[in-house]
């Protein structure tokens, strides 16, 4: 009777659905020729279907305009082009709940609350990264997100005053969307805790912002971050800054800082901030043991982003496929190395029209943004995820 070994992959995000198809194309077919062994890929995660959350700032003002049934789709629709690969192909509805590296065994807790083991004979961690609102990232479920989407929809639309923290690009586009979208019918104030927008940018391109964005009505506080908020007696919200001064909207919305999903490790297996502690060049967990892996923004091998993960993925694949393939006694191609390339890279729309955004360090002209994200948020883009469109070739 021949062995088991489950590929495992913790998340079915941006990371893990990539690395999952990645596998599913250029790792499974190959190690269908073992005999003594069947290999099986297990993906983990508490939503069963994948957001495209990169359009979240438009969301947030309009559902109508980002439906649902475009954004949300189910997690392992993707995988029924893998014909051939069916049964060896598993999803578990559930987070993950600690990892045990001696046993080489993952727990889980599922959607309906009860606990599972699953032991591993290969893993990725690709857990990513949580905001601080259901806005803006998967806390969960995906109908938590939906829910909290069309409330923020109902509350816009009557809203007299909208308040934003965190100058960075989720910031600056949602009060790009905001502002767009209710055309002066709503005071924006945007908090920035930087003296400066988008710090990943040179700071004539945050000054571009700032004028786009108050074009369209959005006023912006420098220096100061919010230490709290509070709903009052009358459901609005009281806002509390660190230079001890508070502020009163009938919206906030969080849109400042990341935290990693990783508090099912042990300390050993985390870095600074708590992301996984990965080998910046291998995208091995070195500390985990053998053919234990990180993918995307969890792995805080660079600045995280799509754009940086569709350099990582390539090397993660390589190194997965070179390390199975010998220990099966396939012949296994090279090792590769990821370098880290902090080069100014960012595309940040406000509104459809409009925006800021560099490549490599190239300045991007605004109707260059507009055609690259503003229009619909690289939408027609998702199949290169939720399908693997992107990892055609290895």
């Known amino acids: 009777m021949s062995e088991t070994r489950n590929i495992v992959i913790l998340g079915s995000s941006f990371a893990g659905l990539s690395a999952a198809h990645y596998t599913a194309k250029h790792v499974l077919p190959k190690l269908q020729q073992v005999k003594d062994a069947k290999y099986e890929l297990h993906l983990v995660d508490p939503s069963d279907h994948f957001w495209w959350h990169i359009g979240a700032p438009r969301e947030i003002v309009?559902?109508?305009?980002?439906?649902?049934?475009?954004?949300?789709?189910?997690?392992?629709?993707?995988?029924?082009?893998?014909?051939?690969l069916k049964d060896s192909i598993k999803f578990h509805h559930g987070s993950a709940a600690g990892l045990d590296v001696?046993?080489?065994?993952?727990?889980?807790?599922?959607?309906?609350?009860?606990s599972e083991s699953l032991g591993y004979y290969a893993l990725v961690i690709a857990t990513g990264v949580r905001s601080p609102t259901p806005l803006t990232t998967l806390q969960g479920h995906y109908t938590i997100s939906t829910k909290a989407l069309d409330?923020?929809?109902?509350?816009?639309?009557?809203?007299?005053?909208?308040?934003?923290?965190?100058?960075?690009?989720?910031?600056?586009?949602?009060?790009?969307?905001?502002?767009?979208?209710?055309?002066?019918?709503v005071k924006?104030?945007?908090?920035?805790?930087?003296?400066?927008?988008?710090p990943v940018l040179r700071k004539s391109l945050s000054d571009k912002a700032q004028k786009q964005l108050e074009k369209v009505g959005?006023?912006?506080?420098?220096?100061?971050?919010?230490?709290?908020?509070?709903?009052?007696?009358?459901?609005?919200?009281?806002?509390?800054?660190d230079n001890g001064k508070s502020m009163t909207t009938d919206v906030y919305i969080p849109a400042f800082g990341v935290q990693p999903n990783t508090e099912f490790l042990s300390d050993n297996l985390k870095g600074k901030g708590g992301y996984v502690e990965t080998n910046s060049q291998t995208l091995r967990v070195d500390a985990a043991g053998p053919r234990v892996y990180a993918a995307g923004d969890v792995s805080a091998v660079d600045l995280g982003g799509v754009l940086n993960m569709y350099t990582?993925?390539?090397?993660?694949?390589?190194?997965?496929?070179?390390?199975?393939?010998?220990?099966?006694?396939?012949?296994?191609?090279?090792?590769?190395?990821?370098?880290?390339?902090?080069?100014?890279?960012?595309?940040?729309?406000?509104?459809?029209?409009?925006?800021?955004?560099?490549f490599n360090g190239w300045q991007l002209p605004a109707f260059a943004v507009s055609m690259i994200k503003g229009?619909?948020?690289?939408?027609?883009?998702?199949?290169?995820?939720t399908e693997g469109k992107k990892w055609v070739k290895a």
């Open 102 to 114: 001696e046993t080489r065994t993952v727990s889980i807790t599922t959607h309906e609350g009860a």
């Open 218 to 241: 959005v006023s912006i506080i420098y220096g100061a971050k919010v230490t709290s908020s509070e709903q009052t007696a009358d459901g609005k919200t009281e806002v509390k800054l």
């Open 312 to 358: 990582s993925i390539p090397v993660l694949g390589a190194n997965i496929s070179h390390d199975l393939f010998a220990d099966a006694g396939l012949s296994a191609g090279p090792e590769k190395t990821y370098t880290r390339k902090d080069a100014e890279t960012q595309v940040v729309p406000v509104g459809a029209k409009t925006g800021v955004g560099a």
């Open 188 to 198: 924006i104030t945007l908090i920035a805790g930087s003296d400066k927008l988008l």
């Open 151 to 185: 409330e923020m929809n109902d509350k816009l639309a009557s809203a007299k005053e909208v308040i934003i923290s965190g100058g960075g690009p989720v910031g600056v586009e949602t009060a790009g969307e905001i502002g767009t979208h209710l055309q002066g019918k």
């Open 62 to 84: 309009s559902v109508k305009e980002m439906k649902h049934r475009d954004c949300f789709v189910p997690t392992m629709d993707g995988f029924k082009q893998y014909s051939s």
């Open 375 to 385: 229009k619909d948020y690289m939408l027609k883009n998702m199949g290169d995820i």
